[in-house]
Antibody, heavy 115, light 113 residues
């Protein structure tokens, strides 16, 4: 059974680059799309983008200029970088498997951007 | 402002039936893209509830059902239980140039009275 686990800094300062990793266990990373979704405090879900095993990406147009995703097949993990972070990027960040729908989710990691 | 529109809140008594709507447009639901539903219990990650408009993953009770028509979709919950109190999100895909990707509804907070 596939499981996902996010890891990241927790707290960061404005203008820094947010970096998160999602470790995939119990299954292969060379199928499906691997997705990042975030949820600001008290708000709804926002799709950030996804990547497949070949490194092909698709990003939310509203974040595209600041986002980079990558995949590490050897470590069966994928990563998110969000540049020039602001307080508006404070959220719980989830990684998820996209099988046409988001069928497996990580537990989420909270990232707070504050000076 | 979300691409897919859901009522912000709904409520129902135990045993009742509630229906949560998800309204889109010709570039998402109306274009034929599937609608999926997620349940988010307080303090937890979302969980897939309905996929492909009407299908339930293994383990999801048959009290939950989905439907789609035109530019809208609905999630119905029958025999409402206290454990159903959660936030519910619909999700689809949008092909418009400005969006071009996965889209979510704003979420519906369901309260069991």
């Amino acid at each position: 059974q596939v499981q996902l686990q996010e890891s990241g800094p927790g707290l960061m300062k404005p203008s820094e680059t947010l970096s998160l990793t999602c470790a995939v266990s119990g299954g292969s990373i060379n199928t499906y799309y691997w997705t990042w979704v975030r949820q600001p405090p008290g708000k709804g879900l926002e799709w950030i983008g996804h990547i497949d095993y070949s490194g092909s990406t698709k990003y939310n147009p509203s974040l595209k200029s600041r986002v980079t995703m990558s995949v590490d097949m050897s470590k069966t993990q994928f990563s998110l970088k969000l540049r020039s972070a602001t307080a508006a990027d404070t959220a719980v960040y989830y990684c998820a498997r996209n099988a046409g729908f988001l069928d497996v989710w990580g537990q989420g990691t909270t990232v707070t951007v504050s000076s | 402002q979300s691409v897919l529109t859901q009522p912000p809140s709904m409520s129902g008594a135990p045993g009742q039936r509630v229906t949560i709507s998800c309204t889109g447009s010709s570039s998402n639901i109306g274009a034929g893209y599937d609608v999926h539903w997620y349940q988010q219990l307080p303090g937890t990650a979302p969980k897939l509830l309905i996929y492909g408009n009407t299908n339930r993953p293994s383990g999801v009770p048959d009290r939950f059902s989905g439907s789609k028509s035109g530019t809208s979709a609905s999630l119905a919950i029958t025999g409402l239980q206290a454990e159903d109190e959660a936030d519910y999100y619909c999700q689809s895909f949008d092909s418009s140039v400005s969006v071009s990707g996965v889209v979510f509804g704003g979420g519906t907070k369901l309260t069991v009275l």
